[in-house]
């Protein structure tokens, strides 16, 4: 069954292979504890199209978190070969890598990640200034994109005068500092409440629609498969099922596939 699943994994969607932003072809990751190896991922294979909206959920241990690291050039397949654009991250410099970090790829993380020294302005503007932006280019673009998540009004706050959701939503900002093709989201409403979550979801979406950016969220929130066009199902390292939105029915206490099969 397994095997099944990762066969029809780059068939998911009907594209052409150009609009594919992210592949990843037989991915394994296997980490050395003492004497016993740790497969955390084990020949994983998957395509994302450009401009979709992609969640990849499992329970822990799934491998999400390493399968999110791959994508995000984060850590290095101990086999395989993950493509962004069309590259091969493996065969990047870690120059390249840092290139690609601020120009192309915008990062959101559970725990914000913000630099508590420094205002929502400057967070936001941070990945401008390393992109070689000028002073007055960097502020204008940055109050902008805080405009854009509805903070206008507290671009000059530091991160502990604002509350979850608020920083959540400078991270938001900052993640499209530079206008990146992809978004990778980890956890992005794991340390907020129901509504605040809600928010971040519907502004992700928002973002994705307007900007016509790839967003791809590692997630244990269930708000986030109303909104996916696609959610795929980790297990043990594997790929085990991939879902169009429309093919999921959520009901109170569990969600089932087509057909009433609980998932």
């Known amino acids: 069954m397994a095997e099944d699943t990762q066969a029809q994994a780059s068939d998911a969607s009907p594209a052409r292979h150009d609009d594919y932003i992210i592949q990843v072809r037989d991915v394994w990751k296997t980490y050395r504890m003492g004497d016993e190896e740790v497969h955390a991922l084990r020949g994983v294979n998957l395509d ?13 241990g799934s491998g999400k978190t390493t399968m999110f690291n791959m994508v995000g050039a984060l850590d290095t397949p101990s086999k395989g070969e993950v493509l962004v654009n069309g590259v091969n991250m493996g065969s990047l410099k870690q120059a390249q890598i840092a290139y690609l970090r601020c120009h192309s ?14 205002t929502a302005l400057e967070n936001v503007a941070l990945p401008m200034v390393f992109s070689g932006m000028s002073q007055k280019e960097y502020e204008e673009k940055a109050a902008h ?4 998540v509805g903070l206008g009004d507290r671009m000059h706050h530091k991160p502990f005068e ?33 509504n605040t979550g809600k928010e971040i979801i519907e502004l992700l979406l ?6 016509g950016a790839t967003i791809v969220t590692n997630t244990h929130d269930h708000k986030m498969l109303g909104v996916s ?15 169009k939105a429309d093919e999921i029915t959520i009901q109170e206490g569990r969600i089932e596939g087509i057909g009433g099969v609980e998932m």
């Open 48 to 60: 994302v199209v450009r401009g979709e909206y992609l969640s990849i959920m499992g329970p822990s």
């Open 105 to 118: 790829v915008g990062y959101i993380f559970q725990s914000f990640n913000l630099i508590p020294v420094m």
């Open 145 to 148: 994109k805080l405009s854009l």
């Open 162 to 194: 604002l509350s979850g959701g608020q920083q959540q939503r400078v991270a938001v900002a900052r993640s499209i500092a530079n206008d990146p093709d992809l978004i990778l989201a980890d956890e992005p409403t794991g340390n907020l409440d129901l």
């Open 206 to 211: 928002k973002l994705q629609s307007e900007s």
């Open 229 to 243: 066009d696609r959610v795929v199902d980790l297990r043990d390292g594997q790929v085990e099922r991939i879902r």
